[in-house]
């Protein structure tokens, strides 16, 4: 499976943006699609996730309530959804999969800027 992230952008705070990542190749139902970000001189930290099967999705208490996770399993795609934006969710975002068995996430996309101005 290979991703790729895109829907980066410069929004202000409050704003909105949908990220895309859409997987080539063949995905599974057991398979989990997570999101992760990394902003500037910071590690990189876990957003949600979303189960391809049965769409059950989990958050960071950090973006609980304003990112919701989705996916089109017709394309492939799982989106990311963030309202209510703040220049603390500045960061490169990143899509990834596994298999919902494994501990690691050992697929990974190319990133997607995200910038919020205040």
């Known amino acids: 499976v290979q991703l790729q992230a895109s829907g980066g952008g410069l929004v202000q705070a409050g704003g909105s943006l949908r990220l895309s990542c859409a997987a080539s190749g063949r995905t599974f139902s057991n398979y989990v699609m997570g999101w992760f970000r990394q902003a500037p001189g910071k590690e990189r930290e876990f957003v949600g996730r979303i189960w391809w099967g049965n769409g059950i999705t989990y958050y960071a208490d950090s973006v609980k309530g304003r990112f919701t996770i989705s996916r089109d399993n017709a394309k492939n795609t799982v989106y990311l959804q963030m309202n209510s934006l703040k220049p603390e969710d500045t960061a490169v975002y990143y899509c990834?999969?596994?298999?919902?068995?494994?501990?690691?996430?050992?697929?990974w996309g190319q990133g997607t800027l995200v910038t919020v101005s205040s």
């Open positions: 990834a999969t596994k298999l919902g068995t494994c501990p690691q996430y050992d697929q």
